[in-house]
């Protein structure tokens, strides 16, 4: 399975834009770059997916380089509510179990 | 309804105890999932129903037993557990399990301690 690296950590402040990166250097053709959340005492909750285009929605934008090695979750303005561990996952269409693994994922604290 | 609910919040057993954690959904999903998550740790897969037939098993002791009973709840029995096994249970539904690009929803968890 394709594997994708994040930072164990970022810091932001609130009402700012915050740029979650994750690099996925060995992404196939056929992977799709899927961003979940999970905040404290919660289950992990959907955000946005991607295969190659840059996508929009509510809660994010999803930017994925030209060369799909990389991406970035955009969160637009981030509020105290954003705090949680994004999870940067790759979901492989040619495998017909579709496991949605998760990684280490990134830990965002959000400062008042 | 976009919602998954998991009974109970919390459990305590001891190893010699038998219990349940239950999962529903109403939203016509036809994939659920059972996951568990240590203190600090991400989610691990466990078990994958689609059309309530258990299609994968991640290796899981058998003291952990999954049961899909209809298309809207999920079960996991558990039996002569280790102190080792406290964790967070997560459940989770998708519409199938036939594309990579479908979403998952989970429940908020069943928080267990063994004793």
């Known amino acids: 399975d394709a594997k994708t690296t994040q930072p164990n950590s970022m810091e932001s402040n609130e009402e700012e834009p915050v740029h979650l990166p994750c690099n996925h250097s060995?992404?196939?053709?056929?992977?799709?770059i899927h961003w979940y959340r999970q905040l404290p005492s919660q289950g992990p909750e959907y955000v946005i997916h991607?295969?190659?285009s840059n996508v929009n929605n509510r809660m994010a934008s999803l930017a994925i380089a030209e060369d799909r090695k990389s991406s970035t979750l955009i969160l637009h303005r981030a509020t105290l509510r954003d705090a949680a561990v994004y999870y940067c996952?790759?979901?492989?269409?040619?495998?017909?179990?579709?496991?949605?693994?998760f990684g280490s994922g990134t830990r965002l604290l959000v400062r008042p | 309804d976009t919602e998954v609910t998991q009974t109970p919040k919390h459990l305590v057993m001891g190893m010699t105890n038998k219990k349940s954690l239950k999962c529903e959904q109403h939203?016509?999903?036809?994939?659920m999932y059972w996951y568990k998550q240590k203190a600090k740790k991400p989610p691990e897969l466990m078990f994958v129903?689609?059309?309530?037939?258990?299609?994968i098993n991640e290796s899981v002791p058998s003291r952990f037993s999954p049961e899909c009973p209809n298309s809207s709840l999920l079960n996991l029995h558990l039996h002569a557990l280790q102190p080792e096994d406290s964790a967070l249970y997560l459940c989770?539904?998708?519409?199938?399990?036939?594309?990579?690009?479908?979403?998952?929803?989970f429940g908020s968890g069943t928080q267990l301690s063994v004793l």
């Open positions: 129903y689609s059309y309530e037939k258990l299609s």
């Open positions: 991607g295969l190659t």
């Open positions: 996952i790759l979901r492989d269409s040619m495998d017909s179990s579709y496991k949605l693994i």
């Open positions: 989770a539904s998708s519409l199938t399990t036939g594309h990579a690009n479908e979403k998952l929803f």
């Open positions: 060995t992404i196939s053709g056929t992977d799709y």
């Open positions: 939203m016509g999903h036809r994939a």
